[in-house]
């Protein structure tokens, strides 16, 4: 019976042990989670407090470049630069509606003749005319014409068609460059305004003198930045619309050609149609 009673307690002094050795190296597995929780979460407060103090950093030289901008257009006259600004959003309207108007007139030039000279083979002429006038674009206005003198009776010879056809690219050619010109009077009206500050400037500047009685650099200084401003005010307007001239050229070149390539291709179409008279 002595003998049960001490081995029931070396077991238990064995469990207590043994629970006990647990119980500490639970105890120690949490001390290092909870310290590596609060190492992670100060390495978080840190770094949000960073991304807190560059925050502000960002905003404050965002708003420095638009203060700056701001104050040297204040700087340059406020009345007069105005005129350059007017003819910055002014010009930019006329690019915006030149890109715009260009982009929907552009198709597959080669698709779409070749739809129609399917229909043309077909003999079905007002299916052709009827496509011409469902696409946009000077393309489909062009080759609508000839399909046009194609299906009557008294315009089909070919000599017709091609003087149709050239008369009709000359139109559409003229409503490409529609607003071209205003967009170039902006670009050499932008600089001249420039330039025009720039005889303002130094008339303000001599004049600061005159009343000075003195030329110091100090006494100068006013009219000489009021010429500079406006000067390099202009020619980045100027530059801007430039950029956006060349581009519109480049699209309207593009779609120059894309009209000569139709209408060789509709010369040969109505050469051999039957309705064209040879």
Do not use: H
Not at 131 to 154: F, H, I, W, Y
Not at 164 to 187: D, H, K, P
Request: with cysteine; charged share 25%.
């Amino acid at each position: 019976m002595k003998k049960l009673f001490a081995i029931i307690a070396m077991v238990a002094a064995c469990s207590f042990a043994a629970t006990s050795s647990v119980m500490a190296q639970e105890d120690e597995a949490t001390a290092e989670v909870v310290e590596a929780v609060d190492s992670v979460a100060e390495d978080t407060t840190a770094v949000e407090a960073e991304t807190v103090e560059a925050a502000p950093i960002v905003e404050e030289e965002n708003e420095g470049v638009f203060k700056n901008l701001k104050t040297k257009f204040i700087e340059g006259g406020a009345g007069f630069m105005s005129l350059v600004a007017i003819a910055l959003v002014l010009g930019l309207a006329f690019c915006i509606e030149r890109i715009v108007y260009l982009t929907l007139a552009q198709i597959n030039t080669r698709k779409f003749c070749k739809e129609l000279a399917d229909l043309v083979a077909k003999g079905k002429i007002a299916d052709a005319i009827e496509k011409c006038k469902a696409t946009r674009g000077p393309v489909a206005q062009v080759s609508r014409k000839a399909m046009e003198c194609l299906d009557s009776n008294d315009r089909n010879d070919i000599g017709t068609i091609e003087r149709t056809i050239n008369m009709e690219a000359e139109v559409q050619g003229t409503y490409l460059e529609e607003n071209c010109s205003w967009i170039t009077l902006f670009i050499a009206m932008a600089p001249s305004l420039g330039f025009l500050g720039t005889v303002i400037g130094m008339v303000m500047a001599f004049d600061d003198i005159q009343r000075a009685g003195d030329i110091s650099p100090t006494v100068v200084a006013g009219g000489m930045k009021v010429a500079l401003i406006t000067t390099i005010f202009g020619i980045i307007v100027a530059l801007v619309l430039q950029v956006f001239y060349n581009y519109i050229l480049s699209k309207i070149e593009s779609l120059t050609s894309n009209m000569e390539e139709a209408a060789q291709e509709l010369l040969v179409m109505c050469v051999k149609s039957e309705k064209c008279k040879k």
